[in-house]
């Protein structure tokens, strides 16, 4: 009697463990395997884009018919993905205008490069004169231009300007300031240098709510005496080449920046330029180029770079070696502002 009714008990403990094991392997291990699939899936099936929606009424149904912490494990997995789809539906829509802005912006600076002269070389042997310029934005468009062109057969104007800032708002302000340059040196040729960069910059004070500014270099070169007058705003000093001296910073007054103060004077200067000589005009993104340790490439090197020319190359080339040599101070580290260069011969 005794060992039937061991018999019995031992036979009801392993029905009643097998039963346990059931129930645990049905409602609760299974569940959890799902959802350590769906977990461990997750991310791959999201590459695909397909995040699992195969799986989504496996979790409904976890989620609904548990009130425990599998169920809240389902519904924390169903809000997870609720909410990838919505970040994912939020990141093309971002993906989508930034792709239309670098399309605009793309637009924009061929446009902007379009405004500037870019057929090498722009005058015949007869003129009796040559330039070359380059311009390379730090971003797709930037704040940095050059100009030169013909006011009458004797006198040729040469501009080199860097409006505050960088970006759009540089841009559509340089298409203003190079406009408004242009037509005030073609109106008022034969008038007083200074008096018409006066003129200048009260126009552009007139059209800048925005309170930005342009530092100019503006000349006007008579080519049959080699006079050159010119008003410096507030910009980098120019290098002259003189036969036989090499280049060296020119003397220049200082003005102020154009569309800053209103009623401003402009003192305009004059220098010769003898047979054989340059001018050499950049913007303060040459001189303020930094390499990784933030040390600036700097006047000094400018001019060792520039006395390092042979003066029988072209001026293409001779720009192009000053590039390399900034090029080779900044090494690694990015373009940090416009690089604007013009040179004249």
Same mark, same amino acid.
């Given at each position: ?50 995040? %699992? ?88 468009? %930037? %704040? ?24 759009m708002p540089a841009a559509l302000f340089m298409v203003i300031a190079k406009t408004i340059m242009k037509d005030r040196l073609q109106v008022m040729c034969g008038e007083p240098l200074g008096a018409i960069v006066k003129t200048i910059n009260e ?109 029988? !190359? ?23 502002? !416009? ?7």
């Open positions: 009697l005794v060992r039937k009714s061991i018999g019995i008990t031992m036979g009801l403990l392993v029905v009643l463990v097998l039963i346990y094991m059931y129930v645990m392997n049905r409602f609760t291990l299974q569940p959890l395997r799902r959802l350590t699939a769906y977990a461990s899936s997750f991310v791959a099936q999201r590459r695909e884009g397909e995040a %699992g929606q195969n799986d989504l009424p496996i979790l409904e149904s976890i989620q609904g018919s548990r009130n425990d912490e599998i169920g809240d494990l389902a519904h924390s997995f169903l809000e997870m993905n609720k909410d990838m789809e919505q970040y994912e539906t939020d990141l093309k829509m971002v993906s989508a205008a930034k792709q239309a802005i670098e399309t605009e912006l793309n637009v924009a600076s061929r446009i902007q490069m379009m405004m500037l002269p870019r057929v090498f070389p722009p005058f015949t042997p007869a003129d009796h004169f040559a330039i070359f310029a380059t311009i390379e934005p730090a971003k797709s468009v %930037g %704040g940095d231009y050059y100009d030169f062109y013909k006011l009458d057969e004797d006198h040729v104007a040469v501009t080199i300007a860097d409006v505050s800032g960088k970006g126009e552009l004070i007139a059209t800048n709510e925005e309170m930005m500014f342009v530092t100019a270099f503006i000349g006007v070169l008579e080519v049959s005496t080699g006079t050159f007058r010119y008003v410096n705003c507030g910009h980098n000093p120019l290098f002259r080449y003189t036969p036989g001296q090499g280049f060296a910073r020119f003397p220049q007054a200082k003005n102020c920046f154009l569309g800053v103060m209103d009623g401003m004077d402009f003192t305009e200067q004059t220098m010769e330029i003898a047979p054989g000589g340059y001018l050499y005009m950049y913007t303060d993104g040459v001189t303020e180029a930094m390499n990784v340790n933030h040390a600036l490439y700097a006047e000094d090197r400018l001019e060792a770079c520039l006395n390092r020319l042979d003066m029988q !190359d072209s001026l293409e080339n001779m720009l192009a070696l000053v590039r390399a040599d900034i090029a080779a101070h900044v090494a690694d580290a990015p373009q940090s502002d !416009d690089i604007t260069m013009l040179m004249l011969r």
